[in-house]
Structure formats: C-alpha cells, structure tokens
C-alpha cells in the first residue's frame, strides 16, 4: 500500500483559502487515481475529488467545483487540495486516498480506496 499524510489544514474565515498536501510513499505514486474526501462530525464520509493517474481525468463535487482545485506532481509524489472561497459548510476533516488504479469507475466512492492518509482539520469560521 502507499501511505499518505497530510497537512496544510487549519482555521480560515469565510471567502478564505487553504491548499492542503498530500505526501506519498511506498508504491509507485503514479499507478493510483488520487481522491481528496470529507467528513463533518455526525456525517458520512463524503467525496471532494478525484484526479487520474497522470491527471488527464478530474472530478469535482458539486459543491465544491469552481472554488476547489485538484493536482498531483508524480515526481514529488505529492497531491494538492487548493480551496479557495471557503464556506462553513466546507468545515470537515480532509482526507487524501489513494485507489490502485483499475478504472474511474466508483472513483468517488470511498469504499473503493485502498489508503488513507490520517486527515487534517479544516473549519472555516462564519
């Protein structure tokens, strides 16, 4: 398995940015789709974003497409979360995982993850 952590979280106000990162090790970065998922206290696990192996396939949310970006640099073997216009309800744990890649069918569902990285808090104030 690869394994994940990341950082770059923290407290921002609302219409604030973050950009949160996730170092890779272990396998070989380049042979795992890549996803950037959230959980609130007292909700599911829910999908952000997803990127392909060399990035030629993204996938957003709705609730965050237009404000989130996604990248992954597999020379550093480091994804990237950027948030900008941050909302309350943005206000989750994040976690990056890795999926050994098959298809991008199930990209957005976690179950299909192979790693986890531990997760970094983000609360973005009202």
């Known amino acids: 398995q690869v394994q994940l952590v990341e950082s770059g979280g923290g407290l921002v106000q609302t219409g604030g940015s973050l950009r949160l990162s996730c170092v890779a090790s272990?396998?070989?970065?380049?042979?795992?789709?890549m996803g950037w998922f959230r959980q609130a206290p007292g909700k599911e696990r829910e999908f952000v974003t997803a990127?392909?192996?060399?990035?030629?396939?993204?996938s957003y949310s709705d609730s965050v497409k237009g404000r989130f970006t996604i990248s992954r640099d597999n020379a550093k073997k480091i994804i990237y979360l950027q948030m900008n216009s941050l909302k309350p309800e943005d206000t989750a744990v994040y976690y990056c995982?890795?999926?050994?890649?098959?298809?991008?069918?199930?990209?957005?569902?976690?179950?299909?993850?192979?790693?986890w990285g531990q997760g970094t808090q983000v609360t973005v104030s009202s």
């Open positions: 990127i392909s192996l060399s990035g030629g396939a993204i």
């Open positions: 995982a890795a999926k050994d890649y098959r298809s991008w069918a199930g990209i957005s569902a976690p179950e299909n993850y192979d790693s």
């Open positions: 272990g396998r070989a970065f380049s042979s795992y789709a």
